[in-house]
């Protein structure tokens, strides 16, 4: 059975260049490309849905050259799915805080969500100053701001109304998360989303995890699913 949702933590770029003698900025760039590689692969291999986390809501604390280096990145990626949306019949969505983002990015962002909205052979999202907890407190205002107008009932707020007020609305929660580079954390990602996914862990850095690896990922998803009878 192949995961109907993959959500992805890409983490190790920096390690990665740093081993190759090379500035941290080309190991986000080679991450970036990887992204392309490992959408078509998970395409072809039936995957849905995948979710990729691009910039967390901490990330800002890094140097302003490497985070200026990831906006670029993002609007390269996104100037690219532009183009390439017929080819790819890939709807893209950002999930994260838009506001705090330039405004030629928010730009970008809407131009390629609206001409990519039609398609529907994998849904990507992708993670951009995102932070699980500020999604859950944006959606918490949202929900009393609706209280408060009169929308919505209070005692009709379920897990359900809740989750369809998150970024991550009308997207079935992930089956199995995969994290690459050794660390075996959550880092604010998809909190809510993840509470009953699987999680596969990886030494590999992002810019090396490979279509193979995929492949294996979801091999052992299935392995976990035969061996606890998900019925
Ligand atoms: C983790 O590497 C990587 C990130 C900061 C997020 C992932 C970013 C990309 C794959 C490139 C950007 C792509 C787009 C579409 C904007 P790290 O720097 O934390 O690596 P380290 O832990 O080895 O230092």
Redesign the pocket.
């Known amino acids: 059975m192949v995961p109907k949702h993959i959500a992805i933590i ?9 081993a190759k003698g090379l500035p ?1 900025t080309v ?3 080679k ?2 490309k ?2 392309e590689t490992i959408a078509r692969a998970a395409k072809k291999l039936g995957v849905k849905y995948l979710t ?5 809501t901490e ?1 800002w604390s ?1 140097p302003e050259d ?1 985070v200026s280096k ?2 670029e ?2 609007i ?2 996104l100037n690219k799915a532009y183009k390439n949306a017929e080819k790819n019949q890939m709807r893209v969505r950002v999930i994260g805080q838009r506001e705090r983002l330039e405004k030629r990015i928010k730009d970008r962002i809407e131009e390629v969500e609206e001409v990519t909205a039609g398609y529907d052979e994998i849904f990507l999202q ?1 993670a ?1 100053n995102y932070g699980s907890r500020d999604e859950i407190v944006r959606a918490t205002r949202k929900i009393t701001q609706d209280v408060k107008e009169g929308k919505l009932d209070s005692a009709d707020i379920t897990e359900e109304t809740f989750g369809s007020y998150l970024d991550t609305k009308d997207i079935p929660d992930p089956d199995l998360l995969i994290r690459t ?1 050794g ?1 075996e954390r959550i880092s604010n990602y998809l909190l809510w989303q993840l509470a009953y996914s699987e999680f596969y862990f990886t030494k590999t ?2 810019p090396d995890f490979s279509p193979k690896e995929l492949e294996a990922a979801i091999d052992e998803f299935n392995n976990r699913n035969r061996r606890f009878g998900n019925v």
């Open positions: 890409m983490d190790g770029n920096g390690r990665w260049a740093k941290r190991g986000h760039i991450g970036a990887n992204i990729v986390y691009a910039f967390s990330n890094r490497e990831l906006m990145l993002l390269e990626y992708v951009f580079s660390e850095p992002w």
